[in-house]
């Protein structure tokens, strides 16, 4: 089972009462949660949640260590197997699309990663400007141009390595490896959005009374400024801590970006085939009551 939604839709709490009612576990799916000791910023399940239910792919990485969306796709994968091997019903939780892409349909075998060309072509952009990377897959890959933002730099980088180490462009060598082995029931969650938007930004405030910021000083002491301290809620922390944001904007940024993820959350999950979606948030009874007799009806 698959369960989908924007951030703060209350997958977490409608999977665990999923989960005891059909001997299932929980595999996360979420790319900020497989690294260690970044909690306050990540909504993880607590501990006394994660002690309801077995849980996987939480807490499987130093955030200095790179975990990929592949990466994820086969410990994911290797999970489901197991759960599965028990007998017992893998209950796929989070709103990282891009994992989930990865889990379900596999992603394309392409050549591995090349650091010195990487940084070359990273100066490059630096002293080209912004429009040079696109430029340049353009002249190389003009259907993989067309869909890749031109300030996408992560991306236009990726796709120019392929094409230079494939000798063709990244659109004629991408493969995938669709999940085999189960029947996939997707299950989305749509809250109100004006309802969602106040959950998350009280949410957000708590994180940092919480103490958000002094976890980021730990994690940027012990790790330095490694790439998983961009992500929401620790960057802002980060600014407070650098004295480019107060307090208090940092909350407001922090807001505004889970506000804004949540949007971009839902449009990736309404391209997602056959999802059967409940209008309200995971822990009304409401909700709970549709997705038991979705769970019934489908496995």
Not at 8 to 34: H, N, P, Q
Not at 128 to 150: F, N, Y
Not at 226 to 245: I, N
């Amino acid at each position: 089972m698959l369960l989908l939604g924007p951030t703060g839709s209350g997958k977490t709490a409608l999977s665990l009462e999923l989960g005891e009612r059909f001997g299932g576990e929980i595999v996360s799916c979420d790319s900020v949660a497989v690294y260690r000791r970044m909690d306050l910023g990540t909504a993880k399940p607590t501990k006394e949640e994660r002690a309801r239910l077995p849980h996987h792919l939480i807490d499987v990485a130093d955030p200095n260590q790179p975990f990929t969306a592949g990466e994820y796709g086969r410990q994911a994968r290797a999970a489901l197997r197991e759960i599965a091997s028990r007998g017992h019903l893998p209950i796929v939780t989070g709103g990282t699309g891009l994992y989930l892409r990865a889990l379900t349909d596999g992603l394309f075998a392409g050549p591995e990663r090349q650091q010195e060309l990487r940084v070359r072509l990273q100066r490059s952009r630096e002293k080209h400007g912004e429009g040079w990377l696109h430029r340049m897959l353009v002249r190389l890959d003009p259907a993989s141009a067309a869909r890749i933002h031109a300030n996408d730099a992560a991306k236009l980088i990726r796709a120019i390595e392929v094409c230079l180490a494939a000798r063709k462009p990244l659109s004629q060598v991408m493969a995938r490896d669709p999940l085999t082995g189960f029947r996939l029931l997707r299950i989305g969650l749509n809250p109100p959005r004006q309802e969602l938007y106040a959950h998350l930004n009280q949410r957000c405030a708590e994180m940092f009374a919480a103490g958000l910021v002094e976890e980021a000083r730990g994690l940027l002491d012990r790790f330095g400024p490694v790439k998983a301290l961009d992500s929401l809620g620790y960057r802002q922390a980060l600014a407070v801590l650098a004295g480019t944001l107060s307090a208090e904007a940092a909350i407001e940024a922090a807001q505004q970006g889970h506000r804004n993820y949540a949007k971009r959350q839902m449009t990736w999950f309404r391209r997602e085939p056959e999802v059967h979606w409940i209008e309200g948030f995971g822990d009304e009874a409401e909700a709970l009551r549709t997705a038991n007799e979705l769970v019934q009806t489908n496995l």
